[in-house]
C-alpha cells in the first residue's frame, strides 16, 4: 500500500516563495509516476505538475515559469517549488502517484496553502 504524505504548506505574502513535499512509503518509488493537484475553495481538482517516473515535468499553464516539480528518489519524495505566489494559488494542494501497470491512483492528504498580504 502507497501512502503519501505532504508537508510544507502555510501562509505566504503574494511574491512570496514555498516548497511543498511529499514522502511516498510503501512504494516502489523510482517507478512512481507523481503529480500535484491543487483545490481551491468553490473550485474543482486541477492539476498542477507532474513528473514522470524518468524525471518529465509538465505544468499548468497558470504555473509554468513559477512553479517547479522535482524529484529525490533517494529520498522517496517529491517537491513542488512555488516561486511568484499570487492570492490564485491559494488552494490545498495534494501529490497524486501511480504506478503505469496498475489502474489505481494514491492521494496524500493535502496541505494547505494560503497567499495572502
Known amino acids: 500500500q502507497v501512502e503519501l504524505v505532504e508537508s510544507g504548506g502555510g501562509l505566504v505574502q503574494p511574491g512570496g516563495s514555498l516548497r511543498l513535499s511529499c514522502v511516498a512509503s510503501?512504494?516502489?518509488?523510482?517507478?512512481?509516476?507523481l503529480a500535484w493537484y491543487r483545490q481551491g475553495v468553490g473550485n474543482q481538482r486541477e492539476l498542477v505538475g507532474s513528473?514522470?517516473?524518468?524525471?518529465?515535468?509538465n505544468y499548468a499553464d497558470s504555473v509554468k515559469g513559477r512553479f517547479t516539480i522535482s524529484r529525490d528518489n533517494a529520498k522517496n519524495t517529491v517537491y513542488l517549488q512555488m516561486n511568484s505566489l499570487i492570492p490564485e494559488d491559494t488552494a490545498v494542494y495534494y501529490c497524486?502517484?501511480?504506478?503505469?501497470?496498475?489502474?489505481?491512483?494514491?492521494w496524500g492528504q493535502g496541505t494547505q496553502v494560503t497567499v495572502s498580504p
Open positions: 513528473i514522470t517516473a524518468g524525471g518529465e515535468t
Open positions: 510503501g512504494s516502489i518509488f523510482n517507478f512512481l509516476a
Open positions: 497524486k502517484g501511480s504506478y503505469s501497470w496498475v489502474a489505481r491512483e494514491y
